[in-house]
Each structure stands twice: as structure tokens, then as C-alpha cells.
């Protein structure tokens, strides 16, 4: 046993402790804030293991993975579980710790209002996530991925559902339980035909038949296919990124927590996990790449016409998850990895950062907020770093990482894309200092009141009572500052060699579009030279589509009332008439032929006797009849 994976372990345990922990005592889950305070212990442990399980395989060559095995068969096990720890799944793992940890001790002072069983089952459901997420991130087998992916798929149901009294969230919650569900239908149709192919589960095996030779490469294309619908769900690809944006009705911490730097990113480590068997099928990796980009450049687009702090969150997730895609189509997995860690640590910030914003104001809504640099000064100050970082300013955190993915689509010879993630880098510049102009630095919202919601505290009319969050919210929102900052001044100072030859004018085109989107919003929103309305009327159906979400809520509505409730409307019928009614009629032969046969038992002794005397008769006669 390494000493890498038996640190891991104990980071897993520890959050399945504190949910079995919340979920047998009764008592202990009812009391509300000391729930809270245990799970956040265990997490914070969970960190500090994770990062030894990090340090600890960073200086190992190879990580042998910890197995125990589960289900028996004569050649050796069919499945097994355990932990494999290795340089991707550690580091993973410490993001996935450490934003666990933070959204936790942010949650005490979020959700203060929130009465005490409500809280509790609020902290078992976070550990139970967290327990999950990390069982996925460790797994060394598609078995136990599938298993702790699906528990992922049940937490962010149960999270964003966590105020099921409103009818929006518990809608919600439905729609993003069964819009990945589509993609995982796909997922475990993938696995099946994997194991058909190869006779194994296992990622170390299954590697190593790649890299001999030994695994057929007919028909592979159809499983990477499937499991690649997988992680289209989890990771809000285009057509099922349809949920992800409803998903904001959950508490903003659940935003932060899966919605950004964890769940949504599970198909983008499923892909980077599995780069070796896409590699030999290009035509998929294609695939990948155009949608990916495209889901980037859709996204965007939708976040520019949203006024929900959240919802412009939402989508701007969508469209960095489109970009690590397709850095993974272009065949430079390793370039949307960083990616997908970089970002982590950002729209955390972002996610929590707009909760204290809402938390004091009371609304989602950018235009009821305005001059909040002046009575939220430090809350400015961290919102504006994870922006900077969203945008791809340089020494902050997201500009390296966008600029890999640049580079990685243009050395993969993806053009097209290439030119529709430049536009959507426009794009994420423009849209997110429009809400930082509106909604800091703009004038005041005219009778603006800031009222009680669900987890908000109360305002005053006119935001007289606006404050920067408590301690327990604003200490979470500094360490991630810092951390956006530093890894952006880390990799400036100490650049990585990509795996690709990157043309000397990509990072002066990076930063141009990046600084042209920020210039953009300043002279519309801020300095008021450019008229928003008008600049809004310019792209006219492009505007209107994407008010109506360019219409594919409506179609997937359209789709469900004309396919399925058709379908199973026919579907009852046959059931109601062909089989129940081929059941009714054959019982209904039954009862009146036992009623005429029960004619037949007259109760005279004599008829008894005349029946087995010509019964007899007739078996004489068939015996002796000549043949």
C-alpha cells in the first residue's frame, strides 16, 4: 500500500463518517449549527489529507492503485474498489477538498436564517456530495466511477432541491436529474460494450491493452461515443446544458460547490482519465472539439442577455466547460485539465461572491443593485478578482490556462473552433464587467429594498443596511482570492512548456479580445457612450434568440408533450386493451366454462358410475382400435 493511496483513503472516509454520522443520529442532525460545525472538522481533515496524498504521489513514479475485490468470478475478480492515486486524481481531489471545505464554513453564514433540521440536512447532503465526488475523482474502475457518478447525480438533486417548498427549485431539481440521466443512460451503454470488447473494468488494465495493441479497435468508436455522452450531461454540453442554468434556484453555496468547480467537471476529468482510449478515435475527438466550442461560443452568447447574477454565472460555466472540451478534442486533454482546476478556483469565488452580494441586497437581479464598490467595498474587491480571472487577464488566474486552450485548438488544427472560443473570450469579457459596472460601480437601483428570501438577510429600503458579508462568508472568498491571484502570478512567473508549439500572436490576440470585451462594457455600461439598447438592437434575431434561450427549452417541451406522453399515452393503451384486456377475456372464458362444467356434477352416484363405465369403454376401444 502507498503511502499516496492510503492518504486518499483516509480523505475519503472521512466525509462518508460525517454523513453516516449526520444521517444515524437523529439528534445530531436536528441541532442545526453543530451539524454544521462537524462536517465542516471532517472536511477540513479531508483537505489536509488530500494534500498529502498530493505531495506524496507528486514524488512518486508510479502509484500501484488500492484494490479490494468485490465481486468474485472464476478468472479472477469481475469488479473490484479501491483508490487510485496518481498525479491527475490527487490534485483533482485536493480542489475538490478544499472547495468542499470553504463552501461549508461560507454556508454558516449564508444559510443563518435557516431553522436547524433544515441546516443539518443541508451539512449531511454536503458531506454525502463531497464523499461522492471524491469516490468518482479516486476510482480505479469504470464500476465504481458509474456508482459514485450516479451518487453525484442523486446529491445535486437533493442540493438543488434543498428548498423543495418552491416550486421552481423543485422543478428544478428534476430537470437536472433527468437531463444528465440522458447522458448517463449513454455512460453505462459505453461500459457495457468497453467490457464486452476488453474483459475489464480496471483503467490500469485497460491501458495497458492500449498501449500493446491488444484492444480491438472495431467498434470502438460507438463506446467512446457513449461514454462520451456521459459526460455531455454531467458537463452541461450542448443540447443537454439545458439544466444548468435552472439549477441556480438551489442555495448559492450549492452553486459554488457543484455548479462550478466539481460536479460540472466530471465529465471533463472522465474524458482526461480516459484521453488514451479517445486517442484512437479521432472522429469522435472531432466531435468533442466542434461541440465543446460551439457550447462555449452558445453560452456566451446566452450570458450576454441575462440580468441574474447567477443565471450569467450559469452560463459562463457552460461555455469554460465548452473550452476544456475542446482542448480535449484537439487532443491536448492536459490543456483543459489545467483548466478545469484553474477554474475551480475563480467561479468558486465568483458563485460565492455573488451570494454575498444577494445575501445583502436580496436580489439576483443586476439592475436592482448599483453602487454596491461603495457599501461593499471589499466584497468589490474579490468579485473583481475572479472576473479579472474569468476575462483571461494576465497574473490572474484564468489567463494562462485560457491561453493553453488556445493554443492546444490551433495545434490541433481545429480552426473553426479556434475562431468561435476567440469570440467567446470576447464575449466573457464583455459580459461579466457588464455586471460588475451595473452592479458596482453603476448608480443605485431608484427605491431599491432589499428584502428577506429564502438563506438572505434582511436590508433596509434603499440599502442603507448594506454591509460586506460575516467573517464566516468573507474568509472563504479572500483564500480563494488569494489563490486566483497567486496561481496566476505563478504561472506567469514560472511558464510551463506547453506540449504544442504555440504561434508568437496568440498571446497578444488573447489578451486584445479580452481587453476589447472589458473596453466594450465600460463604454456602454459604465461611461455610457455606447446606448445599451441600441447596441442590443443591432444584433436583433441574434437578441431575441437568446432571450428565448434560443428556444430549446421549448423544444425539448415540444418534445416530451408530442414524443413521450404520446408514446406513453399508446403505450397505456396497449397495456389497458391488448394485454390487460387479452387477460380479461381469457378469465372471463374461464368462469363461464367452469360454470357449464359445473353442470356436469349432478351429485347422483349413478352418473358417477355411467361416466367411468364410457370412459373405460372409449380406452378399450383406443387400445384395441388397429393401427
Known amino acids: 500500500m502507498t503511502d499516496s493511496a492510503e492518504f486518499a483513503l483516509y480523505c475519503l472516509l472521512l466525509p462518508a463518517g460525517a454523513f453516516l454520522l449526520l444521517a444515524v443520529v437523529a439528534p445530531l442532525r436536528r441541532s442545526g449549527r453543530p451539524a454544521g460545525f462537524i462536517s465542516i472538522v471532517f472536511s477540513a481533515a479531508a483537505l489536509g489529507w488530500a494534500v498529502r496524498a498530493w505531495l506524496h504521489s507528486s514524488r512518486e513514479m508510479f502509484q500501484p492503485p488500492l484494490l479490494w475485490e468485490w465481486i468474485p468470478a472464476e478468472a479472477g475478480p469481475l469488479a473490484t474498489v479501491g483508490v487510485l492515486a ?19 464554513v461560507y454556508s454558516l453564514g449564508y444559510l443563518d436564517h435557516e431553522p436547524a433540521p433544515a441546516l443539518g440536512r443541508y451539512y449531511a447532503y454536503q458531506s454525502l456530495f463531497a464523499f461522492s465526488m471524491m469516490g468518482l475523482v479516486l476510482a480505479p474502475n469504470f ?8 451518487l453525484v447525480g442523486l446529491c445535486s438533486y437533493l442540493l438543488i432541491g434543498y428548498w423543495y417548498q418552491k416550486p421552481e427549485a423543485a422543478r428544478a431539481a428534476v430537470k437536472a436529474f433527468w437531463t444528465t440521466k440522458a447522458g448517463d443512460a449513454g455512460l453505462l451503454i459505453g461500459i457495457v460494450l468497453l467490457w464486452q470488447r476488453a474483459g475489464t473494468f480496471d483503467f490500469v488494465e485497460l491501458l495497458l491493452q492500449v498501449d500493446s495493441g491488444r484492444l ?49 467537471t466530471a465529465g471533463v476529468y472522465l474524458l482526461k482519465r480516459t484521453d488514451w482510449l479517445f486517442a484512437l478515435t479521432p472522429d469522435v475527438l472531432v466531435l468533442v472539439g466542434w461541440v465543446g466550442a460551439f457550447t462555449a461560443l452558445l453560452a456566451a452568447t446566452l450570458a450576454c442577455a441575462q440580468s441574474d447574477i447567477k443565471r450569467v454565472l450559469a452560463y459562463s460555466t457552460v461555455s469554460q466547460l465548452g473550452y476544456m472540451m475542446a482542448a480535449i478534442g484537439a487532443g491536448f486533454a492536459s490543456a483543459g485539465f489545467l483548466h478545469l482546476l484553474t477554474h475551480g478556483l475563480f467561479k468558486a469565488l465568483l458563485f460565492l461572491g455573488a451570494g454575498a452580494v444577494i445575501h445583502a441586497v436580496g436580489s439576483n437581479d443586476i439592475f436592482q443593485m448599483g453602487g454596491l464598490r461603495r457599501r461593499m467595498p471589499r466584497t468589490t474587491i474579490v468579485f473583481l478578482v475572479g472576473t479579472l480571472s474569468l476575462a483571461g487577464i494576465p497574473l490572474f488566474g484564468g489567463f494562462f490556462s485560457k491561453e493553453e486552450i488556445l493554443g492546444a485548438v490551433w495545434a490541433g488544427g481545429l480552426a473553426g473552433p479556434f475562431a468561435m472560443l476567440v469570440l467567446a473570450a470576447f464575449l466573457t469579457a464583455f459580459y461579466m464587467f457588464r455586471v460588475v459596472f451595473i452592479a458596482f460601480f453603476g448608480e443605485p437601483a431608484a427605491g431599491r429594498e432589499a428584502h428577506a428570501g429564502p438563506g438572505h438577510a434582511g436590508g433596509a429600503a434603499g440599502g442603507a443596511h448594506l454591509h ?37 500572436w496568440l498571446t497578444p490576440l488573447a489578451v486584445a479580445v479580452a481587453v476589447g470585451g472589458i473596453a466594450l462594457a465600460w463604454l456602454t455600461y459604465h461611461r455610457r457612450v455606447v446606448d445599451a439598447e441600441r447596441l442590443a438592437a443591432a444584433f436583433g434575431l441574434v437578441r431575441e434568440a437568446a432571450q428565448a434561450k434560443f428556444w430549446l427549452d421549448d423544444l425539448f417541451e415540444a418534445l416530451y408533450r408530442g414524443v413521450l406522453l404520446a408514446l406513453s399515452s399508446a403505450v397505456g393503451w396497449v397495456d389497458r386493451y391488448l394485454v390487460d384486456g387479452i387477460v380479461n377475456v381469457l378469465s372471463a372464458w374461464t368462469l363461464v366454462l367452469g360454470d357449464r362444467l359445473r353442470r356436469m356434477q349432478s351429485g347422483q352416484p349413478q352418473d358417477y358410475v355411467y361416466g367411468v363405465a364410457f370412459g373405460l369403454l372409449l380406452l378399450l376401444v383406443w387400445v384395441q382400435w388397429p393401427r
Open 143 to 150: 464500476v465504481q466511477l458509474f456508482i459514485c457518478w450516479e
Open 468 to 504: 460586506d458579508a460575516p467573517p464566516s462568508m468573507a474568509l472563504p472568498l479572500w483564500l480563494l482570492a488569494a489563490m486566483s491571484v497567486g496561481v496566476g502570478v505563478l504561472f506567469t512567473v514560472y511558464h510551463p512548456e506547453p506540449g504544442f508549439a504555440a504561434p508568437g
Open 216 to 264: 480491438p479497435l472495431e467498434g470502438l468508436g460507438l463506446v467512446t461515443f457513449c461514454i462520451y455522452l456521459g459526460a455531455v450531461g454531467k458537463s452541461a454540453q450542448f443540447p443537454l446544458h439545458v439544466w444548468l442554468p435552472d439549477a441556480m434556484e438551489g442555495p448559492t453555496p450549492v452553486s459554488a460547490l457543484i455548479h462550478a468547480a466539481t460536479m460540472v
Open 86 to 104: 496518481d498525479a491527475d486524481s490527487t490534485i483533482m481531489l485536493v480542489l475538490v477538498a478544499l472547495i468542499s471545505f470553504l463552501v461549508q
